[in-house]
């Protein structure tokens, strides 16, 4: 019997700015299960270097402190790596979220 398996993309600008753009990726696959599989990618590319900026750029802390606050905010039993943990830009805000959907509520923090 064949199985069909169907994916879908979903992308979101989250912010358009001369310096930055922010985009939010919903990947959605099913894979013969009962409900479907969705993930989330955040990126966001500085516009001058064309080059996809980091967390660090906009908070004034580094990657280890970042990931440490965002853990624990989230509540995680262990410190999350830029492999668990993803975000985007608005126009005032960066929003970090957990990968895997309805796990962790968003961690909102103001962006310098």
């Not at 262990?78 to 985007?88: G, K, L, M, P």
């Amino acid at each position: 019997e064949r199985i069909p398996y169907d994916c879908l993309g979903m992308v979101s600008v989250e912010y358009v700015g001369e310096d930055y753009i922010s985009i939010l990726y919903n990947d959605i696959s099913y894979m013969g299960g009962a409900h479907p599989y969705s993930r989330f990618d955040g990126i966001t590319i500085d516009c001058k270097t064309g080059k996809e900026a980091t967390a660090a750029q906009f908070l004034e802390k580094s990657d280890e402190d970042i990931l440490n606050q965002i853990s624990n905010t989230m509540g995680l039993d262990v410190i999350a790596t830029w492999d668990d943990i993803d975000f985007y830009l608005t126009d005032t805000e960066i929003v970090f979220f957990y990968r895997m959907p309805n796990f962790w509520e968003d961690v909102i923090l103001e962006r310098k």
